[in-house]
């Protein structure tokens, strides 16, 4: 503000000479620029290949929802019928909302706290246990994608490991086909989602417990805190809020975008679309049915419910030890 | 006296751990710790195991008569396959290595300025950056494919290797690890006469070196699994995800092929991180975001 008013007083004074250039609006952008060159140079690369592949497709799928598009003819505008075809009339879109809710509400929150209990504890040891407890809790999330695992475990003969254990024990008699069975296989994909969730905000916790400075506690000790989980809530949290905050974006996106782990192991699509979720059923129109407009129109509902809830939980972790 | 003050500290800090707390944490953990180490456990054990005792009932989880059938078996398979397997391999070696190097590149050239510069526009990059973390890559799957259609990618390695360029979160991380090098650094290499250039290849990027381990290992992660995220069509570019995941749909029949498969799949991204864990924690020590 303070510039403005300097050049507009400078204009008075001297004047514009004739022939120079005066500042206008396009005149001062350019200068910034020259000025700030180097920088833009060294981004270009990235923010190119990054506006190209995820800034331009998000604009892109948000036109393209408000169209009927099948890749062959060119898109035709509908306005917002495909919003309304998916709300109103397309009732396995429910189950899928239904479901990716569910997951993102059970797998969101307990793989949050997970992270974070498991560092906290694994914090207080020593240095060599503490690096071989945390490959112990990374290992399933950082192996790629070999879920499969379970395939095996949950496998509907005999063989299958928790059929065979759950018989041998007397528990049940006859193997039962988890991966077949409408209500099981909600919980095993569940389960198999928690088993993968110890990623990047794991290790962020983990960073983020071992900066926090060790001389608050002493503090805090004299100030009368009494045990480990008022130590917890009055020092550590709020020493590590922006971890708890990174935590929760990875945990938070993670959590909405279940689609492998379903495919893989209840099979796409499932058993009465019982592990159908929005990712699923956009890649069903997606790449099946070529209906692009309406798989576009799901991804921008996934789109909004994700980044919706990732700013409101941001706002609401702000508040931690406040 | 340092000592004896680390000590002393240790044993005030012990004054607010109960016994039983402590014995309840580590129930807690040794559960908690089998449920995510018996299935990889497992996957290991039935790679060694002969046929009669993956099928044996009541199962087992430890191999008894440890063979490596299940390698030959694999090899075997893969010997038959149309293209030869180590063709798989050089797929999927050379779309992880070109994409980790240039992504590491990248994005530490464009992480310098937002940590370092001030300019216009630089709050609203970074804004838009942290935004993109917060949405799964599968919503924009249709219209990358437009994309990638459009530039004459699909079919090509380059629709896997180049928008792993510009993958959001090594962006943030590597900016975010930049911050805490001093500005006393860089201004006295400006003194020096040093260009930006020089600046951010000289002084910036030696000592950023545990980030690019980290966002290499990010990065290897994902590209390591590709399957080609739907762009590759051609059998002589498909990776080796894609070659393996053939095999595992086999299903019982491949029981034991599959468990090896998972052995060498899940055995390279652990060696490495075994190797970078500390790095790693030393990078994720800046990850935090600010309000």
């Known amino acids: 503000m303070s510039e403005v008013i300097v050049r507009r007083q400078e204009g008075k004074t001297d004047g514009p000479k004739p022939g120079s250039p005066r500042d206008t609006w396009w005149s001062l952008k350019k200068k910034a620029f020259v000025v700030n060159k180097h920088a833009y140079v060294l981004m270009a690369p990235y923010m190119i290949l990054f506006g190209m592949f995820t800034v331009l497709p998000v604009v892109m799928s948000l ?30 879109f429910l189950i899928a909302v239904k479901n990716t809710l569910l997951f993102a509400a059970i797998t969101g929150p307990l793989s949050y706290v997970a992270c974070f209990v498991f560092a906290w504890i694994i914090n207080d040891m020593r240095p060599k246990v503490r690096a071989f407890m945390t490959l112990v809790f990374y290992a399933p999330s950082i192996s790629g994608n070999i879920f499969f695992i379970w395939q095996m475990i949950f496998s509907g003969d005999r063989y299958g490991i928790a059929n065979g254990f759950l018989i041998r024990w007397g528990i049940m008699l006859e193997p039962i086909q988890w991966l077949k069975t409408e209500i099981y296989i909600l919980a095993i994909i569940i389960l198999v989602q928690l088993w993968l969730s110890l990623g990047t905000g794991f290790l962020a916790f983990i960073a983020g417990l071992q900066t926090v400075d060790k001389t608050l506690y002493e503090a805090g000790a004299v100030d009368g805190i009494r045990n480990r989980w008022q130590e917890l809530w009055y020092i550590t949290l709020p020493s590590m809020r922006p971890q708890l905050m990174f935590g929760a974006v990875i945990q938070l996106t993670t959590s909405f975008a279940v689609a492998d782990v379903s495919i893989q192991l209840a099979g796409f699509p499932s058993v009465n679309y019982a592990a159908e979720t929005i990712v699923t059923h956009l890649m069903d129109f997606g790449t099946i049915r070529f209906e692009m407009g309406f798989a576009s129109a799901i991804a921008t509902v996934l789109f909004a419910l994700m980044v919706g809830t990732n700013l409101i939980v941001q706002r609401l972790l702000r508040r931690v030890g406040q | ?23 309840m944490m580590f129930l807690f953990l040794a559960v908690t710790g089998a449920f995510m180490a018996l299935p990889l456990v497992y996957a290991i054990n039935a790679a060694f195991k002969p046929l009669d005792e993956i099928f044996l009932f009541p199962p087992t989880l430890f191999v008894r008569n440890p063979t490596l059938d299940n390698f030959v078996d694999l090899a075997a398979l893969l010997g038959n396959s149309w293209v030869p397997f180590s063709r798989y391999i050089f797929n999927t070696v050379f779309i992880t290595a070109m994409g980790v190097v240039g992504h590491v590149l990248f994005a530490s050239a464009a992480a310098y300025p937002l940590a370092k510069m001030k300019f216009p526009g630089k709050n609203l990059l970074f804004t838009i950056v942290v935004l993109a973390l917060m949405f799964a890559p599968q919503v924009t799957a249709i219209p990358n494919y437009m994309i990638m259609s459009w530039i004459g990618f699909i079919d090509t390695y380059w629709a896997v290797i180049i928008p792993a360029f510009a993958f959001p979160l090594g962006l943030y991380l590597m900016k975010q690890f930049m911050e805490q090098i001093p500005d006393a650094l860089i201004e006295a290499a400006k003194i020096d006469g040093a260009s930006e250039y020089r600046i951010f290849w000289q002084v910036v990027m030696p000592n950023v070196k545990p980030a690019w381990l980290t966002l290499m290992i990010l990065l290897f992660q994902i590209l390591w699994g590709t399957e080609g995220n739907g762009f590759i069509y051609s059998e002589e570019l498909k990776t080796l995800h894609f070659a393996t995941n053939q095999i595992i749909q086999g299903g019982i029949a491949r029981a034991g092929v599959g468990a090896a498969v998972a052995l060498i799949l899940m055995s390279v991204p652990i060696t490495l991180f075994i190797f970078s864990q500390s790095r790693i924690i030393e990078t994720m020590a800046t990850s935090g975001m600010k309000d």
């Open chain 2, 1 to 23: 006296m340092s000592v004896l003050n680390l000590s002393f500290r240790m044993r005030k800090k012990k004054v607010n751990r109960s016994l039983g707390g402590n014995l």
């Open chain 1, 63 to 92: 036109f393209i929802s408000f169209t009927y598009f099948n890749m062959l003819e060119m898109p035709t505008f509908i306005g917002w019928q495909n919003y309304a075809r998916l709300f109103l009339e397309d009732d396995i």
